[in-house]
């Protein structure tokens, strides 16, 4: 049985198709981040768990791609807590009627010939340590809070599909402390943008932003976690090695960015039943700036965390839910964006700038230092 929405959906997802594809599309320079130096997925059967969601942002039945997520139960999405938390706390956008859809088994950029995996999102829990993307400055009608620093840590949301997604395999999440470190080859993948900048201030037009209508992946290294904390620190973001994940490629040219938040990166296997989610794309300065490499949130340090939602949010639950509520797991760290949409202290993303002191570190001996963009140019090892 068709549900009664996904008409609609599919309507609105065509508007937003045909309008990136025939007219200009403004792109703020506070977007989130996208993958620069990958390569296009050819196979369609590769990421059937790769979700991308849509937002209609003012209620007006207007959806345009946000986000990427990954099906991580047979109703449950995770993605990352800045690419909805705005649109459900941030005052001056929420209105009455905003929807966010999620189409599954997103291959390409395009209406599929059916609407099977295409479902609206009913429920949003987010992790209650999350702070968001705060301003530098007062604004009391938004009520910014003042800081020091970016934290951008807990940055997860599970969404509540309105119905189970039927045949297509949900993506293992790795709660293993000790995958997604120093060294492991992860991959990202995503409909973000594929140029590359080495400052955000250039993007304000939107002539250099360029979606992908394909499926992009890109082969990224663990890097080394107090040099990106340094890094990050020396920029007035707070980078926590235990919340997060530090990935990219010596010499720079390859990366997550704008329009990929949210996506998984994962440590590959053979075919899509041996991937696992190790990490999802959360924030960066740039893409693929040498030394700065992206920043993506830690999935085994929120086990219960995403358990205890999956057992919230699920209408079909998984066995562990009664051992965890006999065993008295559930920890309650858990914030019902759905329920309160207005008492949060989450703004939108700030553009981050590279600190002038920050020095690219020098590649180790045997790493190449060119890396392929886009449509095969080769990117200069340092900038």
């Given at each position: 049985?068709?549900?009664?929405?996904?008409?609609?959906?599919?309507?609105?997802?065509?508007?937003?198709?045909?309008?990136?594809?025939?007219?200009?599309?403004?792109?703020?320079?506070?977007?989130?981040?996208?993958?620069?130096?990958?390569?296009?997925?050819?196979?369609?059967?590769?990421?059937?768990?790769?979700?991308?969601?849509?937002?209609?942002?003012?209620?007006?039945?207007?959806?345009?791609?946000?986000?990427?997520?990954?099906?991580?139960?047979?109703?449950?999405?995770?993605?990352?807590?800045?690419?909805?938390?705005?649109?459900?706390c941030y005052g001056e956008k929420k209105v009455?009627?905003?929807?966010?859809?999620?189409?599954?088994?997103?291959?390409?950029?395009?209406?599929?010939?059916?609407?099977?995996?295409?479902?609206?999102?009913?429920?949003?829990?987010?992790?209650?340590?999350?702070?968001?993307?705060?301003?530098?400055?007062?604004?009391?009608?938004?009520?910014?809070?003042?800081?020091?620093?970016?934290?951008?840590?807990d940055d997860l949301v599970l969404m509540q599909?309105?119905?189970?997604?039927?045949?297509?395999?949900?993506?293992?999440?790795?709660?293993?402390?000790?995958?997604?470190?120093?060294?492991?080859?992860?991959?990202?993948?995503?409909?973000?943008?594929?140029?590359?900048?080495?400052?955000?201030?250039?993007?304000?037009?939107?002539?250099?932003?360029?979606?992908?209508?394909?499926?992009?992946?890109?082969?990224?290294?663990?890097?080394?976690?107090?040099?990106?904390?340094?890094?990050?620190?020396?920029?007035?973001?707070?980078?926590?090695?235990?919340?997060?994940?530090?990935?990219?490629?010596?010499?720079?040219?390859?990366?997550?960015?704008?329009?990929?938040?949210?996506?998984?990166?994962?440590?590959?296997?053979?075919?899509?039943?041996?991937?696992?989610?190790?990490?999802?794309?959360?924030?960066?300065?740039?893409?693929?700036?040498?030394?700065?490499?992206?920043?993506?949130?830690?999935?085994?340090?929120?086990?219960?965390?995403?358990?205890?939602?999956?057992?919230?949010?699920?209408?079909?639950?998984?066995?562990?839910?009664?051992?965890?509520r006999r065993e008295r797991r559930w920890l309650?760290?858990?914030?019902?964006?759905?329920?309160?949409?207005?008492?949060?202290?989450?703004?939108?993303?700030?553009?981050?700038?590279?600190?002038?002191?920050?020095?690219?570190?020098?590649?180790?001996?045997?790493?190449?230092?060119?890396?392929?963009?886009?449509?095969?140019?080769?990117?200069?090892?340092?900038?």
């Open positions: 049985m068709v549900h009664p929405n996904v008409a609609r959906i599919v309507q609105l997802v065509v508007v937003f198709v045909t309008t990136t594809t025939t007219t200009t599309t403004t792109v703020s320079a506070t977007a989130t981040p996208r993958i620069v130096g990958g390569d296009a997925v050819w196979d369609a059967t590769r990421y059937p768990y790769f979700t991308g969601l849509f937002i209609d942002e003012f209620g007006d039945n207007t959806y345009e791609y946000k986000c990427g997520a990954t099906l991580i139960w047979h109703d449950v999405i995770l993605t990352a807590a800045h690419c909805v938390a705005d649109y459900l009455e009627g905003m929807n966010i859809a999620a189409m599954v088994n997103m291959s390409k950029m395009e209406v599929p010939s059916d609407t099977e995996f295409i479902r609206e999102t009913t429920r949003f829990l987010r992790h209650s340590s999350y702070q968001g993307f705060l301003f530098l400055e007062d604004d009391d009608d938004l009520k910014r809070e003042v800081v020091d620093q970016f934290d951008v840590t599909l309105d119905r189970p997604v039927q045949g297509v395999p949900h993506l293992a999440l790795n709660f293993d402390p000790d995958l997604g470190q120093y060294d492991d080859p992860v991959t990202s993948i995503g409909f973000g943008d594929m140029n590359v900048y080495a400052d955000d201030d250039q993007w304000s037009t939107d002539e250099v932003f360029d979606r992908p209508d394909r499926l992009q992946e890109v082969d990224l290294v663990v890097m080394d976690g107090e040099e990106c904390e340094e890094t990050y620190e020396n920029s007035g973001v707070l980078f926590s090695q235990s919340k997060m994940i530090c990935a990219g490629v010596w010499g720079g040219g390859q990366s997550s960015c704008y329009g990929d938040s949210g996506g998984p990166l994962i440590i590959k296997g053979d075919d899509h039943s041996e991937d696992i989610q190790v990490g999802l794309v959360s924030f960066g300065i740039g893409c693929g700036q040498p030394g700065y490499w992206g920043a993506y949130t830690r999935i085994s340090e929120y086990e219960n965390f995403i358990k205890d939602s999956i057992c919230t949010l699920s209408a079909v639950r998984p066995e562990y839910c009664d051992v965890r309650g760290a858990l914030e019902d964006l759905t329920e309160a949409p207005f008492h949060c202290t989450v703004v939108a993303h700030p553009t981050i700038s590279p600190a002038p002191t920050a020095t690219p570190p020098t590649p180790s001996p045997g790493q190449p230092q060119d890396y392929k963009i886009g449509d095969g140019a080769t990117a200069p090892p340092s900038q």
